[in-house]
C-alpha cells in the first residue's frame, strides 16, 4: 500500500498517523476474532428435535453438547377440558449440575430443575428426583382448537445424565359437583385440579380429607390464570391458602372469580412445622441438602354446593324468633303480674275489707296489703313477723337470732360504732343497711357508670383491630389468620363466618331486656319511695339497681366483642371474648353479697381494679403460661395468698387490718381460741363457707399447677365460675335454713336455667377449633352444620348460654321477692 505524502503530512500534523506495524497489529486482531468465532460455532449444541406422544415414556441422555425438544400438540375443546401432566425422573445419581425442563405452550412459559430444590424452615434444600407437574391451560374462545407446546431438555454438565420423561393427559381435571375425586400428590408432584360453577350455584365449599395427618398439606385456591402456583415455595402468592392435616376446607363464591371457575391446588409440604409436627433432623449447614425421604400422600376432594339465600333467611329470622320470644314472654308475665296486683289492690280498696293501718311489734307502721301478705305466709308456715326461734329449728338456733337488747351491750353510738355492730354473734340486714339510701344508690350507680365507660374505651379499638384482620384475610387470602369451624363458616359480605357472628345476638337482646326489666323494677320501687312505702322502706332486700344495670350492660357487651372475637378468632384476641366473662361472675358475686351486705359491699373502683388484675393474669397465662413452670409457682401462690385474705375479709366483715401486727394477732387468736380452750368458730355458717370455698380454690390451685393445662383462660374461668356456683349453692341452702321460701318464678327460672347450663356446657365442650394449636390442627376439629343447615355447636352454644346468663340473672333478681313485707330485722345476715 503506498500512502501520497500530503495525506501522510496531513495525519502527521494531526498526531493520528498509522504505521505498518500498528496496522499489521490490527489485522492480526480481525483474524484471531475471526477464528475463535469459528470455533465457538463448531462448539454449539447439537440441538435434536422429536415429535412425541402422549402416555409414551422416553428414556434419553442428556450433555452439554445435546440438547433435546420434545414436540407435542393435543386438540383442546371449549366444552370439555383436559390437564396435561409432564413426569419427569432423572436416574443419574450425585448430579454435579441439574437438568433443566422448559416446557414452552402457546401462552405460558413452565420451567424447572432436576433433581428439584425445595426449601424449608432456616433455608434447609431437600432434593427429589422424581417430578411432576401439571401444565396450565389458558381459556380457549374456540369450540375445538389444536395447540403445540414443546419441552426443552438441557443441562451444562459434560457427563451423560440419563432420564426419563412421559406426557399424559389427566382425565379427570374437572372437578364434578358433589362427586369425591383421590389422588397421591407429593412436594415434588403437586396435584390441581380446576372447576366450573354450574348455572345457579353462587357458592361452593371445597373440602379435603386424608386419612394420613402427615405430611403436611397446602390446599389452594387460584383463579384461572398462568403460571399456577403450586409447589411449596410459591403457594402462598395468590388466591386463599389453608395448611392441612386430615382436614381442609374453604367456601368459594362466584363473585370473586370472573371466569366463573377456578383451580384447587394440593400442595404436600417439605417440612411438618406448619401443621405442628417435629422436625427429624436439622443439618449443620444451611446450604446442607437434606433426604426428603417418602412424603407421599392420598388425598380426597370434593366440591359441594353451599347454602343459598332462603337459608340465610332462615337462619336469621330464626335467631330473631328465639329471643323476641322471650320479649312476647316477658310482656305476657308482666301483664298477668299486674292483673293479680290490680284484683288484689281492688280486694283491699273494698270497703268490707278495708281496716285501718296496724302496728307490728317494732313499732313500725305497715299498709294492710302487707299485713294481710304476712299472715298468708304464716298459714303456710312461711311467717317472718311472729316467728320465734323454736320454729326455726334448734340448729338454727346456735347461728342465728332475732334481734334482742340482750344479745350485746346497748351503747349510745351503737349506730356509728362498726366494730360492735358487725362482730355481732347474730346479725340482721337491718344491721348492715344503716347507712343513707341515696349515698349508696349512687355508690352502686357507680358500677353501672364505669361499666359503660369501660365499655366504649375497649369496643372502639376492638373492632377496629378485628376490621384490620378481617381486611388481611381478604386481601392475603391466608386461611391460616383465624380459627373458623371451616365446614360450617357462611360468609356474607367482607366477613367469613357470618353465621358466628349473628348468634351473638342473644346477648345483645337479652341483655337489654334484662335492663328493661330492672329499670321497670326501679320505677317501681322509687315510686313507692317518693309516696314513703313503709315496705319499700323498712322490709325486704333493700333495693340497690347499680349493679343489676352493670350485669345487663356486661352481658350486652359479651355479645358485641364475642361477636368481634369471632369475626377473626385466633390467639392474638382471645381476651376479646373472655374479658366480660369475667367482669359477670365477677359482679355476680357481688351482687350475690350485697343482698346481705349492702353496706360493707366492694366499692366499684375495688371490684373493678381486682377484674382488672384477673384479666391482666389471663394474659399473662396465655402468653407465658404454657410449660412455664415460675409462672405457675407465682400464679398458685397469689391464688392462694388472694384466697385467705378474702376469706378473712369475708369473716370478720372488713373489720381487720392488714399491718404489721397482723402476724402477732393470728398466733394469739390460735393460742387462745384453739390451744388454750378450745372454742368453735364464732360465726359458724360462715366458717363453713370459707373452709369450703379454700378447699376449693386451693384444689384449682393444686390442679394448675401439677397439669398445667394449655388453654389458661378457660381454667381462669372456671376458678371464677367454681367460686360463684359455691357461694350461689351456699345462699340458697342458707335461705332455705332460716326459714325463708322461694317463690314460683325465680324457682321455675333456678330449674329453668339449670337444664339449659347443662346443655349449654354440653355443646360448649364439643370443641370446633382451637389457637392453642396449628390452625392445620385446629381444623382437625371442625364438624358440619347441625341446625338448618347454618349454626353449627358453637354458634348453639352461643344461644343456650346466652339464654342460661338471663335466666341466671332473673334468678338473683326475683329470688328474695318473698322477703318484700319482711321487717329488715328478721332477715338473717349470711
Request: charged share 20%; hydrophobic share 45%; glycine share 4%.
Amino acid at each position: 500500500m503506498v500512502l501520497s505524502s500530503s495525506w501522510k503530512s496531513r495525519h502527521k500534523r494531526r498526531g493520528c498517523w498509522v504505521g505498518p506495524g500498528l496496522a499489521a497489529l490490527l489485522w492480526f486482531c480481525v483474524c484471531t476474532q475471526f477464528i475463535c468465532a469459528v470455533r465457538a460455532v463448531g462448539e454449539t449444541p447439537n440441538v435434536v428435535q422429536k415429535d412425541a406422544e402422549f402416555d409414551v415414556t422416553y428414556n434419553d441422555t442428556v450433555t452439554s453438547e445435546n440438547q433435546t425438544i420434545y414436540a407435542f400438540n393435543h386438540t383442546i375443546s371449549r366444552n370439555k377440558t383436559e390437564g396435561v401432566r409432564v413426569t419427569v425422573d432423572v436416574l443419574s445419581q450425585n448430579l454435579k449440575s441439574p437438568i433443566l425442563f422448559v416446557v414452552r405452550q402457546q401462552q405460558a412459559v413452565l420451567s424447572f430443575q432436576v433433581p428439584l430444590i425445595l426449601r424449608g424452615l432456616y433455608q434447609r434444600k431437600y432434593p427429589y428426583n422424581h417430578v411432576g407437574r401439571t401444565l396450565c391451560q389458558p381459556p380457549t374462545r374456540a369450540i375445538s382448537e389444536t395447540q403445540h407446546f414443546f419441552i426443552d431438555v438441557s443441562t451444562l454438565s459434560s457427563q451423560g445424565t440419563n432420564y426419563q420423561l412421559r406426557v399424559s393427559r389427566v382425565e379427570s381435571f374437572t372437578l364434578q359437583t358433589d362427586k369425591k375425586f383421590s389422588f397421591t400428590a407429593s412436594p415434588s408432584q403437586p396435584q390441581y385440579f380446576k372447576y366450573i360453577f354450574p348455572e345457579g350455584v353462587d357458592t361452593v365449599i371445597v373440602k379435603v380429607n386424608s386419612d394420613k395427618t402427615f405430611p403436611c398439606s397446602v390446599m389452594s385456591i387460584q383463579d384461572i390464570q398462568c403460571p399456577v402456583f403450586d409447589l411449596d415455595n410459591n403457594v402462598a402468592f395468590l388466591g386463599m391458602y389453608q395448611t392441612m392435616t386430615k382436614k381442609g376446607a374453604i367456601t368459594v363464591q362466584k363473585k370473586d372469580f370472573p371466569s366463573n371457575s377456578f383451580y384447587v391446588v394440593l400442595v404436600v409440604k417439605t417440612e411438618d412445622e406448619a401443621c405442628g409436627g417435629p422436625l427429624l433432623y436439622y443439618p449443620l449447614r444451611p446450604d446442607e441438602l437434606i433426604n426428603a425421604g417418602n412424603r407421599s400422600k392420598i388425598l380426597d376432594v370434593m366440591v359441594s354446593q353451599a347454602i343459598n339465600l332462603e337459608v340465610y333467611v332462615m337462619g336469621m329470622l330464626f335467631c330473631m324468633g328465639i329471643f323476641l320470644s322471650f320479649y312476647l314472654l316477658t310482656l305476657l308475665v308482666a301483664c298477668v303480674e299486674n292483673k293479680r296486683m290490680n284484683k288484689k289492690r281492688e280486694v283491699f280498696e273494698s270497703p268490707a275489707d278495708t281496716s285501718p293501718a296496724e302496728t307490728v311489734d317494732n313499732g313500725s307502721t305497715l299498709s294492710s296489703e302487707a299485713i294481710t301478705d304476712s299472715a298468708t305466709s304464716t298459714d303456710n308456715n312461711y311467717g317472718y313477723m311472729e316467728r320465734s326461734l323454736e320454729s326455726v329449728g334448734r340448729s338454727r338456733q346456735e347461728s342465728l337470732s332475732s334481734v334482742e337488747e340482750d344479745d350485746y351491750d346497748t351503747l349510745d353510738d351503737i349506730n356509728s360504732d362498726k366494730n360492735i355492730v358487725r362482730t355481732k354473734k347474730f346479725l340482721c340486714v337491718s344491721d348492715l343497711a344503716r347507712k343513707d339510701k341515696r349515698v349508696l344508690s349512687k355508690k352502686y350507680q357507680i358500677y353501672f357508670w364505669n361499666i359503660a365507660t369501660i365499655a366504649v374505651f375497649y369496643a372502639l379499638p376492638v373492632i377496629q383491630l378485628v376490621i384490620t384482620y378481617q381486611t388481611v384475610v381478604n386481601v392475603t387470602g391466608n386461611q391460616d389468620i383465624c380459627y373458623y369451624n371451616f365446614l360450617c363458616a357462611h360468609p356474607l359480605g367482607a366477613l367469613s363466618a357470618f353465621n358466628n357472628i349473628l348468634s351473638n345476638l342473644g346477648y345483645v337482646m337479652l341483655g337489654l331486656l334484662f335492663l328493661l326489666i330492672v329499670l321497670k323494677r326501679d320505677i317501681v320501687h322509687n315510686r313507692a319511695m317518693v309516696r314513703n312505702d313503709v315496705s319499700a322502706l323498712e322490709c325486704g332486700i333493700p333495693k340497690h339497681f347499680g349493679l343489676f344495670y352493670a350485669m345487663g350492660t356486661a352481658l350486652m357487651m359479651e355479645g358485641l366483642l364475642s361477636a368481634c372475637y369471632h369475626v377473626c378468632p385466633n390467639y392474638t384476641n382471645f381476651q376479646f371474648d373472655t374479658s366480660f366473662m369475667y367482669m359477670i361472675a365477677g359482679l355476680c358475686m357481688l351482687k350475690l353479697y350485697q343482698k346481705r351486705h349492702p353496706d360493707i359491699n366492694a366499692s366499684a373502683y375495688t371490684a373493678y381494679a381486682c377484674l382488672a388484675a384477673v384479666i391482666f393474669f389471663s394474659v399473662l397465662g396465655v402468653v407465658f403460661g404454657k410449660g412455664n413452670t415460675v409462672f405457675w409457682i407465682i400464679f398458685s401462690v397469689i391464688h392462694i395468698l388472694a384466697t385467705m385474705l378474702l376469706s378473712t375479709q369475708l369473716y370478720y366483715m372488713g373489720r381487720w387490718r392488714l399491718d404489721a401486727g397482723v402476724l402477732r394477732r393470728i398466733v394469739y387468736i390460735i393460742y387462745t381460741d384453739c390451744i388454750r380452750q378450745c372454742s368453735g368458730p364464732m360465726y359458724i355458717d360462715r366458717m363453713v363457707l370459707l373452709v369450703m370455698g379454700n378447699i376449693v380454690n386451693w384444689s384449682l390451685a393444686a390442679y394448675g399447677l401439677i397439669e398445667r393445662p394449655n388453654d389458661f383462660a378457660s381454667y381462669l374461668l372456671a376458678i371464677a365460675i367454681c367460686n360463684l356456683l359455691l357461694y350461689f349453692a351456699f345462699y340458697i341452702i342458707m335461705k332455705l335454713r332460716s326459714g325463708e321460701r322461694i317463690k314460683c318464678l325465680p324457682l321455675v327460672c333456678i330449674l329453668f336455667t339449670a337444664v339449659v347450663w347443662g346443655f349449654a356446657l354440653y355443646f360448649f365442650f364439643q370443641g370446633l377449633s382451637t389457637w392453642q394449636k396449628t390452625p392445620a390442627e385446629s381444623r382437625e376439629h371442625n364438624r358440619d352444620c347441625i341446625l338448618l343447615m347454618f349454626f353449627d355447636d358453637h354458634d348453639i352454644w352461643h344461644f343456650l348460654s346466652s339464654i342460661a346468663m338471663f335466666g341466671s340473672f332473673l334468678v338473683l333478681l326475683t329470688m328474695d321477692d318473698d322477703l318484700d313485707n319482711v321487717q329488715r330485722d328478721k332477715i338473717y345476715v349470711f
